[in-house]
Nanobody, 116 residues
Framework: QVQLVESGGGLVQAGGSLRLSCAAS????????MGWYRQAPGKQREFVAG???????NYEDSVKGRFTISRDNAKNTVYLQMNSLKPEDTAVYYC??????????WGQGTQVTVSS
């Protein structure tokens, strides 16, 4: 089992920045990929960014060039640096991890609100 705890959400004006953190604990040796998803009110949860154990990253098109995902394996933590935030980035952001058995884990979510 893997436990994920997010932090770093909040309220920011458009054009501002936030950094989200996700600390993993438990069977961390089994984690393969980690990532971030978001869910806006009335919408489905969507992929935002992901990073593999080897450091390969991928991003949803609307956040490319603005968001950066990174991973500190020594701290078992993944980060999402969000710059040039837009009102449409407002959502609950969830940390995600997938282990080598293809089991998926989720954090509790952290609210990001971008005011115009």
């Amino acid at each position: 089992q893997v436990q994920l705890v997010e932090s770093g959400g909040g309220l920011v004006q458009a054009g501002g920045s936030l950094r989200l953190s996700c600390a993993a604990s438990g069977s961390i040796f089994s984690i393969n990929t980690m990532g971030w998803y978001r869910q806006a009110p009335g919408k489905q949860r969507e992929f935002v960014a992901g990073i593999t154990n080897g450091g390969h990253t991928n991003y949803e098109d609307s956040v490319k060039g603005r968001f950066t995902i990174s991973r500190d394996n020594a701290k078992n933590t993944v980060y999402l640096q969000m710059n040039s935030l837009k009102p449409e980035d407002t959502a609950v952001y969830y940390c995600n991890a997938e282990d080598t058995f293809y089991e998926t884990y989720w954090g509790q979510g952290t609210q990001v609100t971008v005011s115009s």
